[in-house]
C-alpha cells in the first residue's frame, strides 16, 4: 500500500513540513525461535515488519494487520518490545517525516509466508544467528525482543 491515505490528504494542505507520526514494527516468531523479514521493494533491502496505524487503530491491532497484508502469516501481539522517537527522515520527494515507533513482539499462529501485497520482493523466516544484511534499526530490535527485559525506552531525559 505503501503511503497511507489519510497521509496523502495531509500532505495535500502540509506540503512536505515535517509531520511527527506513529510507526508500528512487528517483530514475529515462529515456535523454531526465527523471526519474519520481508525485502522491501523500495530500497530492495531486508527489513523487519510495520508500517503506519491507521486513525483509531491501536498498535497492537496495526501489527496484526500489516504482518497479515504484508506476508500473509496471522500473528498475535505478546508484548511492548520498546518505544523511540526516531530521527527525522526526509524523503527522495521532500517529504519530512519523523516517527514515534512502537515495536511489538509477535507469535506467529498460521499462515504461510509469501510475498502478500506490493511492499515485498520477498518474505521469508530467518534464524536470529544467519540474519541477512539489516539496517541497525532491525538488529536492534531483534535483539531488544530476544531479552526478557522490561520495555526499552531511551534513557536520556
Known amino acids: 500500500m505503501g503511503t ?5 490528504e495531509i500532505r495535500a494542505s502540509a506540503g512536505h513540513q515535517l509531520l511527527f507520526l506513529p510507526g508500528v514494527t512487528a517483530l514475529v ?4 525461535g526465527r523471526v519474519l523479514l520481508g525485502r522491501r ?6 527489513s523487519v515488519i510495520g508500517g503506519i496505524p491507521d486513525p483509531g487503530e491501536q498498535p497492537a491491532a496495526c501489527a496484526v494487520r500489516e504482518v497479515y497484508e504484508e506476508t500473509g502469516v496471522h500473528c498475535v501481539p ?4 520498546l518505544v523511540q522517537t526516531l530521527d527525522p527522515t526526509m524523503y527522495p520527494n521532500g517529504d519530512h517525516c519523523q516517527f514515534m515507533d512502537i515495536t511489538i513482539r ?17 518474505v521469508g523466516w530467518f534464524s536470529v ?17 530476544l531479552l526478557d527485559e ?5 534513557p536520556t531525559v
Open 4 to 8: 497511507p491515505d489519510f497521509i496523502r
Open 106 to 122: 509477535c507469535r506467529a499462529v498460521g499462515g504461510e509466508a509469501r510475498v502478500n501485497d506490493e511492499e515485498s520482493l520477498e
Open 150 to 154: 522490561p520495555t526499552w525506552f531511551d
Open 129 to 145: 544467528d544467519a540474519l541477512p544484511a539489516l539496517h541497525e534499526f532491525g538488529l536492534f530490535r531483534i535483539k531488544q525482543a
Open 29 to 32: 516468531f515462529d515456535d523454531e
Open 41 to 46: 521493494a523500495d530500497t530492495g533491502k531486508w
Open 78 to 81: 505478546e508484548r511492548v518490545v
